[in-house]
């Protein structure tokens, strides 16, 4: 997802980042670069040009052109204004007072629609909610088999009639607003607070029954209306979306399958086409791959630096399934300030169980920059395990001892540069440093910590993350390592 738009705007505002003088031909010069890259990223046309005329507007200001950083600057103004682009968004979905909460699917055939009420419901359910899904896709009947199928897997029950059919083989009943209606009154008898329709979908836009989906939408009062869409098909999604917007008027989106070759031209459009914020997307095949959407995270992630919150939050969910006895060590090791390279070497095949490795590596700030264009996701897992196979076991306890001859023999010993040694360590510094002072706390507390940063703008392009380190009287990174060197050797 966004490769090849992340690795072109990343070279682009490289170019800013590394001249000792910003001009406004060479900032236009590399915005001309930045339009290119979102439009092979199958951006719609008038969202790539006004977004870069926003750009250029701000970019060629004299806040930037006098700035002290000015490379650092256009970056930066080019991450807010992604986040505009793509947000604000509220992925909340508050309880309805006293009836239970309606959530309506739409979209075309083939988009996910039903897997996604599956992934929507456990999210929900995962939240303390008490889901219950209507099979109310009664053009395709293998759906309704599905959409029972998922329920099981998830322990969520499902409202489903059969269809009956005539002499001729003609469907005769139910109707699907009817079955809408009845699976929301039997909801409130079993005290369900919210409710997931699954409606019908066809192939095409053309061809989609709205008035059917109007008739539901008037009948039941969803409280939200949300249009389910593939990513991968880019411009597609963004006028089906309108289309669907003009008969519905939608509340939200959710995009599946970014986890696989989509460019991105849907996710960066959907909103400033039809003002219908994205408010979850989909990860992966299994039922528990489904994302609120975070413009800042996503924006992050384009510009090559990383989705931390989105990271810690994928960690408490693999953390859950660590033994307690294992979970003590790992705390104690940060506190002690013991975690090694070798650690992190061994924790590296918990990675695969937070979801797919390339949206997973993706949120590590600087190690999407060690895996080549068109490389496996494994193939890099791979690439960092030999990195740290070559080096000894001091090297892997000491790597403040990793000096510039070591690195040569590291680098020729796993067949890589040493530029990507020295990367590898300085990744795995910002992780122990900022790991450390969250040792102590639990979850919730370290998903607010992060939140908080967030805020502040600690995870922004150009930001350095103020990590309070213990007792060093705030060293800097040189100082703490010939510290941390001081003590070992007493």
Same mark, same amino acid.
Request: glycine share 10%.
């Given at each position: !997802? ?7 705007? *990343? ?31 199958? $951006?719609?046309?008038? &969202? ?24 650092? =600057?256009?970056?930066?103004? @080019? ?19 006293? %009836?239970?909460?309606?959530? !309506?699917?739409?979209?075309? =055939? ?6 996604? #009420? ?15 899904? @209507? ?41 699907? &607003? ?6 929301? #009154? ?28 109007? =008739?539901?939408?008037? *009948? ?7 249009? $389910? ?14 289309? +669907? ?47 609120? +959407? ?17 990271? @810690?939050?994928?960690?408490? %969910? &693999? ?24 650690? +992190? %070497? ?7 169980? !937070?979801?797919?490795? /390339?949206? &997973? ?29 070559? !080096? ?12 510039? #001859? ?9 067949? $890589? ?22 040792? /102590?706390?639990?979850?919730?507390? %370290? ?19 103020? $990590? ?23």
């Amino acid at each position: !997802m966004f490769e090849g738009l992340q690795r072109t705007l *990343t070279d682009a505002l490289r170019k800013l980042r590394g001249k000792g003088r910003l001009t406004e031909a060479n900032i236009r010069e590399s915005l001309d670069e930045v339009r290119t890259a979102l439009l092979d990223a199958d $951006v719609h046309l008038d &969202v790539a040009n006004g977004f870069i005329a926003r750009v250029t507007k701000r970019a060629i200001g004299q806040e930037v052109l006098k700035s002290l950083d000015p490379g650092e =600057q256009v970056l930066k103004v @080019v991450y807010d204004e992604l986040v505009a682009l793509m947000g604000p968004v509220d992925a909340s979905i508050p309880t309805a007072q006293g %009836r239970p909460t309606v959530i !309506m699917l739409c979209g075309l =055939q083939g988009q996910g629609k039903t897997t996604t #009420a599956g992934k929507l419901a456990l999210t929900l359910k995962q939240k303390g909610r008490k889901v219950l899904l @209507v099979a109310a896709d009664l053009q395709r009947p293998a759906a309704i088999d599905q959409l029972d199928l998922l329920g099981k897997q998830i322990e969520v029950p499902v409202y489903r009639e059969e269809i009956q059919t005539g002499p001729d083989g003609a469907r005769i009943g139910p109707s699907p &607003v009817d079955v809408c209606k009845r699976g929301v #009154a039997h909801a409130k008898g079993l005290l369900i607070d919210t409710v997931i329709l699954d409606t019908a979908g066809r192939l095409h836009v053309a061809e989609m029954p709205m008035d059917e989906l109007r =008739q539901i939408d008037r *009948t039941v009062h969803p409280d939200h209306v949300y249009f $389910v869409c593939d990513a991968m098909t880019g411009q597609d999604a963004v006028q089906s979306a309108r289309a +669907f917007n003009e008969a519905l008027d939608l509340n939200g989106v959710i995009l599946t399958k970014l986890d696989g070759d989509a460019r991105g031209g849907a996710a960066l459009s959907i909103k400033e086409i039809t003002k219908v914020p994205i408010k979850f997307i989909g990860m992966g095949e299994k039922l528990d791959r489904l994302e609120e +959407f975070r413009p800042e995270g996503m924006a992050q992630r384009i510009l090559g630096q990383g989705d931390i919150l989105s990271l @810690v939050e994928k960690v408490s %969910r &693999v953390q859950s399934e660590i033994t307690e006895e294992e979970r003590i060590k790992q705390q104690k090791k940060l506190e002690a300030g013991d975690y090694t390279i070798q650690d +992190f %070497r061994e924790q590296l095949p918990l990675i695969r169980k !937070m979801g797919p490795l /390339k949206d &997973v590596l993706g949120s590590l700030p600087g190690v999407s920059d060690m895996m080549p264009a068109d490389q496996d996701p494994e193939a890099s897992i791979k690439r960092i395990q030999g990195i740290i196979d070559s !080096m000894t076991p001091k090297e892997r306890k000491n790597p403040d001892d990793i000096d510039y #001859a070591r690195r040569m023999r590291i680098a020729k010993g796993s067949g $890589v540069l040493a530029t990507e040694v020295k990367q590898l360590i300085t990744v795995f510094e910002q992780i122990r440093a900022f790991m450390r002072p969250m040792a /102590k706390m639990s979850m919730l507390e %370290r998903i607010r910590m992060v939140s908080g940063l967030g805020k502040m703008g600690g995870f922004m392009p150009g930001a350095k993350l103020a $990590v309070k380190d213990q007792g060093d009287g705030g060293l800097s990174p040189r100082e703490r390592a010939a510290l941390r060197r001081k003590k070992k050797h007493r």
